[in-house]
């Protein structure tokens, strides 16, 4: 079976997966639940919602912004808007919610810009790190409450333990690596050359391309410190938003409100499954599973209905920026490319 097709009909299956799954979760808690709690939000609750997705994605583009600023790489902020949203939508319909859209992303930034292609990679690079850092960040405070926690028992405190260490471990690893400017990312390259000497050459040149992108992401922390530093405290924002989903959805369906502890066991709980669960379109399915164990061990009070609602009502305003991602991918992205290699310049 040819490759694309192999790919095509993976991508299908996945789809009917989740839609399936989607459907068993909609008969397990009862469609006429989530329509009630639906109902109960009214406008204002989401148009909240709403704005939550909004102002988390913003500031996940302002990041990125003052990144290539301060890399001193011109780009249109319409571009800037565009390439962004359309990586967020690839990596959102595929097996990966916070990563896969970074080479979409790339792709149609290069040609925009004078900026050399490993500069561009590494203003990515750096703002997917500080991303993740972010995420650690709240991940830990919630990770500390999860251990203190009586409701949770003593082999999912482990599983938690286990799950954080080996994100702060990678996290650290990468830290170092770039900060000091080891290079052991393109010296594993050139080591494989050895392994495999029938590819030296394109290893080399492999390395060769990294070595330079990594000598830009070390510029992140000395020469661009400062960009770098504020495109931090603006990737801290974004998650703050994705932190207080629970708070901004319940208040308005039900008046509930979350103490610090709940919020930070819902984040932490939530982010970790959403690496091992993501693996249908959007999440589709897996993720209202999920939520249903987690509400009921962090907050019983909110019903399986709830859990479901919450999930969708935040997949349905984040469809929205992926739809307008997509757009841009097809008409300025892929479009533009298709063009160019029908009509070639003179």
């Known amino acids: ?120 990679v590494a203003t990515i690079i750096v703002e997917r790190f500080l991303g993740g850092l972010s995420l650690l960040l709240f991940i830990m405070i919630g990770a500390v409450y999860a251990v203190l926690s009586p409701t949770i028992a003593s082999d999912q405190k482990h599983i938690i333990v286990v799950g954080v260490g080996f994100i702060l471990f990678w996290v650290v690893v990468g830290l170092i690596d770039f900060a000091g400017n080891f290079k052991w990312i393109s010296r594993g390259i050139r080591i494989l050359r050895h392994l495999l000497p029938r590819f030296k050459n394109g290893f080399i040149k492999a390395a060769n391309k990294v070595s330079e992108t990594e000598d830009e992401i070390h510029n992140a922390f000395t020469r661009h410190w400062r960009g770098t530093l504020l495109a931090f405290i603006i990737q801290v924002i974004a998650t703050f938003f994705t932190y207080i989903r629970p708070q ?47 509400f009921h061990l962090v907050a019983p009070e909110i019903g399986k209905g709830g859990a479901v609602t919450f999930s969708l009502m935040f997949k349905f305003f984040e469809l929205i920026f992926v739809a307008i991602g997509l757009s841009y991918l097809f008409n300025r992205g892929l479009g533009t490319f298709a063009k160019r290699r029908r009509n070639p310049d003179p």
């Open 248 to 294: 901004v959805f319940f208040y308005y369906s039900d008046h509930i409100t979350f103490n610090f502890t709940q919020l930070s066991l819902l984040f932490t709980l939530n982010i970790m499954l959403s690496f091992f669960l993501w693996i249908t379109p959007g999440g589709v399915g897996t993720g209202e599973m999920a939520m249903i164990g987690i």
């Open 1 to 120: 079976m040819k490759k694309p097709l192999k790919k095509g009909l993976s991508y299908t299956l996945s789809i009917g997966i989740g839609l399936g799954l989607l459907g068993g979760v909609l008969y397990y808690v009862g469609w006429r639940n989530v329509l009630a709690q639906i109902d109960a939000i009214g406008f204002i609750g989401a148009a909240a919602i709403f704005g939550d997705v909004f102002l988390a994605i913003a500031a996940w583009i302002l990041s990125w912004w003052v990144i290539l600023r301060s890399y001193g790489v011109d780009l249109r902020f319409r571009s800037v808007v565009g390439s962004r949203l359309s990586g967020y939508a690839v990596s959102y319909i595929t097996p990966s919610l916070y990563f896969g859209g970074e080479p979409i992303r790339a792709a149609m930034v290069v040609n925009r810009t004078d900026a050399p292609t490993t500069r561009v």
